[in-house]
């Protein structure tokens, strides 16, 4: 998310500043829908496609050649957001022809990398200047971000139907902050874990969830996984179709086809209110794209 606004920010001032660099990005990660998305080979075509050519509807052979003519002398500027997720195998590939980049352009290129802290790149990159973020340094994005999900959450009547005193919404935000291990995910897992309606009815119970949260992704995403596999039949086959689904298809399916080949050779009619609610949050719809998928790369993770 952090680079996504970086893009968007430069992708604004790109159109407003007729003298800032060229940019390319591309966003790495590693779905069994989109192989591609870890292909360092895919990676570099992008980003010359983007940097050869303004619009995507012109073929980019012309272009190449007058982008090359006319904006030889003009910067550059290459963002590879998640270069983890790259194919761990190939991902050496990638940096030795960013680099070949930076070394034979005419003009100053410049190449912006997001990542984990994977050893080999580590090892890699360690002669570049490097910027480490780490749980403390977004102490007041997390606190501005547990504030507005439990003001939701009581706005929505889903915590105790909207009966929360003011001592209680900051004993729940102070404890959640405490809690959050920087993490936004974890955050919005426990806000879930205090909205469950079958175990939290009183004020009481709240207090007794805030003491029992789980202290990090993996216990969070266990109790989930036993929240499925103690409801009633057959949702924890239907649940685990699901998850299978999500991670083994060659490629995404449209909402109707997927909820077809969910409930394939039952008797079962899903909606998508009934398959969201079976994955208790851990699968979400994409509107935009018509498809399902985890809520989180940490879900996929976890289930992996």
Same mark, same amino acid.
């Given at each position: ?48 496609? &983007? $940097? ?5 509807? @012109?073929?980019?052979? *012309? ?5 090359? /003519?006319?904006?030889? !002398? ?92 003011? &001592? $209680? ?5 102070? @404890?959640?902050?405490? *809690? ?5 995910? /974890?955050?919005?897992? !426990? ?111 976890? /289930?992996?």
């Amino acid at each position: 998310m952090l680079v996504a606004k970086v893009i968007e920010y430069l992708i604004a001032r790109n159109q407003v500043e007729d003298m800032s660099p060229s940019l390319g990005f591309f966003y790495c990660a590693q779905d069994t829908n989109e192989p591609e998305r870890s292909d360092p080979e895919e990676a570099l075509r992008s980003i010359l496609e &983007q $940097l050869s050519s303004v619009n995507e509807e @012109i073929s980019v052979r *012309k272009p190449v050649v007058s982008a090359y /003519l006319m904006k030889k !002398h003009n910067p550059a500027l290459i963002i590879i957001d998640g270069l983890d997720e790259c194919d761990p195998s190939r991902r050496q590939a990638l940096l030795d022809g960013l680099e070949t980049i930076m070394r034979k352009s005419d003009n100053v290129v410049k190449v912006f990398l997001s990542s984990r802290d994977d050893h080999d790149l580590a090892h890699r990159l360690t002669k570049t200047p490097n910027l480490y973020i780490h749980a403390n340094n977004n102490e007041e994005d997390i606190r501005r971000f547990v504030v507005f999900r439990v003001d939701e959450a009581i706005r929505k009547q889903r915590l105790l139907c909207g009966n929360v005193s003011k &001592q $209680l919404r900051q004993k729940i935000i102070d @404890i959640l902050i405490q *809690k959050a291990e920087g993490m936004f995910r /974890l955050v919005s897992l !426990h806000i879930e874990h205090l909205c469950d309606p079958s175990r939290v009815k009183t004020r009481e119970n709240v207090l007794n969830a805030l003491g029992t949260l789980p202290r990090n992704l993996t216990n969070s995403y266990d109790g989930v996984m036993s929240q499925i596999a103690k409801s009633e039949e057959p949702n924890p086959m239907l649940a685990s179709r699901v998850f299978r689904w999500l991670l083994c298809a060659r490629t995404s399916l449209r909402a109707e086809a997927f909820t077809l080949a969910v409930s394939f050779d039952t008797s079962v009619v899903l909606t998508k209110a009934d398959l969201l609610s079976i994955c208790c949050n851990l699968v979400i719809y994409d509107e935009f794209s018509d498809i399902y998928r985890f809520a989180h790369l940490s879900v996929k993770e976890y /289930l992996e």
